[in-house]
């Protein structure tokens, strides 16, 4: 069997976000590290159902988001994210591996590292996403969008 003359049924992507922030990187830091706050930019939005939000942040420890999407074809249907801490150095990188799922239909995994590296007064953040993405799913470029959203959500938040 020639595998190479088939359709993938993986597409694997990688892209890096940085972002620079006037608040020093423990500020950064908490912004994941503490489950009210990660809840208020990364899970709550007004469109959305949530129906669990869970997360034990330490090494080992696990997250668990599932939420109702409205609008369009998918109006209705469960999102599952579920993943875990693989690293954490307090105020300068956490690792997290995690599933994305709609409904019982595996959409990607992905290794997502957040590097947050002191910049004069403020931070910089990095988020460098490894994606493995599988057939018919939302794709690299849907999830690069999804995560600058979130993005301009945590720079609201950091504002606050």
Known sequence: ????????????ST???ER???VAPERVYAAFADAAIKRRWYADRGSQSI????????????????????????????????????DIVPNRRIVFASTMSLENYRMSTTLITFEILPHGSGSTLVLTHQGAF?????GPERREGGWQDLMKRLDAELAR
């Open 1 to 12: 069997m020639n595998l190479t003359k088939q359709q993938p049924t993986v597409v694997h």
């Open 15 to 17: 892209f890096v976000i």
């Open 20 to 22: 620079e922030y006037p």
């Open 51 to 86: 129906d669990e939000f869970e997360m034990d942040f330490r090494v080992g420890g696990v997250e668990r988001f599932h939420y109702r999407l409205s609008g369009g074809p998918v109006a209705g249907k469960m999102l599952s994210h579920e993943g875990t801490f693989h």
């Open 134 to 138: 599988f057939e018919g799913s939302d």
